[in-house]
Nanobody, 126 residues
């Protein structure tokens, strides 16, 4: 069973940066596409960004393009989310997820992801 544990969340002022990490254990991390999702208070969980198993393909939500960067270190079983130029509307619980099915590009659909972390809170103050 794959376990995912997020870390790195916290409180930051608007315009600031945070780096989230997601450490995986169990399974074969290097063969999974990985994604980050977020859920703001009172809203549904939404896709943020995904990365293919090799790191060669990335898929961003329009709202974070140019500000958020996903990367992975397969040797460390870890995926990262670098978040720059943060805005109050980025406030949410951020979840990482693993997709064990091979696809042409990282999926933006929650239903395509097989394993989920517990989430880490990111709060951006204005």
């Amino acid at each position: 069973q794959v376990q995912l544990v997020e870390s790195g969340g916290g409180l930051v002022q608007a315009g600031g940066s945070l780096r989230l990490s997601c450490a995986a254990s169990g399974g074969t991390f290097s063969s999974y596409a990985m994604g980050w999702f977020r859920q703001a208070p009172g809203k549904e969980r939404e896709f943020v960004v995904g990365i293919s198993w090799s790191g060669g393909r990335v898929n961003h939500a329009d709202s974070v393009k140019g500000r958020f960067t996903i990367s992975r270190a397969n040797a460390k079983n870890t995926v990262y989310l670098q978040m720059n130029s943060l805005r109050p509307e980025d406030t949410a619980v951020y979840y990482c997820a693993a997709d064990k099915t091979w696809r042409d590009s990282p999926s933006a659909l929650q239903s395509d992801y097989d394993y989920w972390g517990q989430g880490t809170q990111v709060t951006v103050s204005s």
